[in-house]
């Protein structure tokens, strides 16, 4: 197991510079969109967007590990399980990482984005459990019947990202007053959220590990 | 101590690619799978090192079972021949992340002998494997079975792509690895007459089913090719197991495999020759092969 988690916490530091281009990208399209540029204001919502970045990378990195380094991995004589153990161990470093990281700057950054952002953190794991885990059952759909994930990731993407854009521009607002607003709605933890974390993450376990037991190696 | 597997059958899609095959692996030798095309070798050895489930059967290293066995599995190493393909996920890795995934993984990994073989095949570890040529993917697979040092190590084959320098290194290699560590091999090859000479057991499959386990030498030493006239080559092999006739008129030719005690009578109308690996192998699996007794 050790030489395991040596190859998965590699992997996960391989993958960092895809999650700070994601990140670089949403800043970069947030400093567009807002209507003030705020060096303050951009340092505390940065970490939002690093959560984001994160959760994103995740599902990107998903499909490499599903087609390259899983079946790879047992072609060097690891077993089904502990890929299982350290693929979730990969997925739940990335997201303390961003974690770590978002506290970090929120502590160090004053005002009161940085505060809703501090107490928001419960909230925030529970959002990127979720989000990775469904990202994950997505990744791995697209990997084995790529037809059925094409209509899925159009339906789900096209739903959320309609509804988002009909909200930024019915409300005349910009994304940083946004994660502001969905900052203060979070800040007391629902439990609902928690529940939706846990649900989704046993439905990624299981729907991963029925694939994963009787995987075949075809390099 | 020996890697073993029982009557294993393998089911893909409703037809049957391994038919309750059973074989007996003997620590400290170099054994030849060979067989046609889709005759099931790579399934074989697939299901050997758990990289493939079987659909029935076992497979055990040392007494212990392979499958996701780390213990076990450490024992084993099958490279298995790289496909690198438009469709391939693995083309887009480095040749010097491939080897680095495999030093992680493999607990007896030799460092300098990898940095060695690297420099004996001129490979560069930066390239990615998509821009490999077959031969320098085939070169890859052999650095990956010879530095994981596994006492049981099985290579799909190997010599696939090489040029006649490089596979004649590869032997060498292969041989003085053996002589120095006694590790075991089973070699996949479609090549087999350049083979014959470093296989000590060869291992025939032939549309999933093992025909023979057997010393290669001791094989070779009891086949015959009986050619002359047709009438008189049918009487010499009466009650002999008969392969491959092949008449061309009056004449006639076929392969037999002896049995203890038995022999062949050569006489003025019929010769009898012996034969080598490659012959014996088409007489056992060739399209027009029957066994006659």
Avoid at chain 1, 11 to 16: D, K, L, N, P, R
Avoid at chain 2, 148 to 177: C, H, I, N
Wanted: hydrophobic residues 50%.
């Amino acid at each position: 197991m050790k030489r395991n988690l040596r190859f998965w916490t590699r992997y996960t530091w391989e993958g960092m510079p895809a999650v700070l281009i994601v990140l670089a990208i949403l800043l970069v399209l947030s400093a567009i969109g807002a209507s003030r540029l705020e060096l303050t204001a951009l340092a505390a919502t940065a970490p939002a967007y690093l959560l984001l970045a994160a959760g994103l990378t995740i599902v990107m990195l998903n499909y490499g590990t599903q087609v390259v380094y899983i079946p790879l991995l047992i072609s060097m004589g690891e077993t089904r399980r502990n890929i299982f153990l350290g693929y979730h161990f990969h997925r739940i470093l990335i997201i303390a990482v961003a974690v770590g990281i978002s506290a970090l700057i929120w502590a160090l950054v004053p005002g009161e984005i940085s505060r809703l952002g501090l107490s928001n953190i419960p909230s925030i794991l529970a959002i990127l459990v979720a989000a990775s885990s469904l990202g994950s059952i997505m990744g791995t759909i697209y990997f084995k019947w790529k037809w059925v994930a094409t209509v899925l990731l159009v339906v789900v993407f096209g739903t959320f990202g309609g509804v988002g854009g009909f909200s930024v521009a019915g409300g005349g607002e910009d994304v940083a007053q946004l994660v502001e607003k969905a900052a203060q709605f979070l800040a007391e933890f629902p439990w609902w959220l928690a529940l939706v974390a846990v649900v989704a993450l046993g439905a990624d376990a299981a729907f991963q590990w029925l694939l994963l037991r009787k995987q075949e190696v075809r390099l | 101590m020996s890697f073993t597997c029982e009557h294993i059958t393998k089911v893909y899609g409703g037809r049957e690619v391994l038919k309750d095959v059973s074989l007996t692996l003997e620590p400290g030798k170099i054994y030849g799978l060979i067989g046609r095309n889709g005759a099931g070798k790579t399934t074989l050895l697939s299901i050997l090192t758990a990289q493939n489930p079987a659909t029935k059967g076992t497979v055990s290293v040392d007494g212990e079972p392979v499958w996701e066995n780390r213990k076990a599995l450490e024992k084993l190493c099958f490279s298995r021949e790289l496909n690198v393909g438009a469709e391939s996920g693995i083309a887009a890795i480095k040749v010097k992340e491939y080897l680095r995934i495999a030093a992680t993984y493999y607990a007896d990994w030799d460092k300098d002998m990898e940095q060695r073989l690297m420099a004996l095949f001129e490979l560069d570890g930066k390239k990615k494997l998509g821009k490999l040529s077959k031969g320098m993917l085939s070169m890859v697979t052999i650095i990956v079975a010879m530095c994981s040092k596994a006492p049981y190590t099985l290579l799909d084959e190997p010599v696939a792509g090489l040029d006649v320098v490089a596979r004649e290194q590869f032997y060498k290699l292969l041989l003085e690895e053996y002589a120095a560590t006694g590790r075991t091999f089973v070699i996949s090859t479609h090549i087999i007459e350049e083979a014959a000479d470093v296989l000590e057991e060869v291992i025939i499959i032939h549309e999933g089913h093992v025909l023979l386990v057997e010393d290669t030498q001791a094989l070779l030493e009891r086949v015959r090719y009986v050619s002359g006239k047709a009438d008189e080559v049918d009487a010499a092999v009466v009650g002999l197991e008969v392969h491959h006739p092949e008449t061309l008129g009056r004449s006639k030719g076929v392969t037999v495999f002896l049995k203890p005690g038995q022999r062949v009578e050569e006489t003025r109308d019929v010769s009898v020759q012996m034969v080598n690996l490659q012959k014996a192998f088409v007489a056992l699996c060739g399209e027009e092969a029957h066994h006659e007794a």
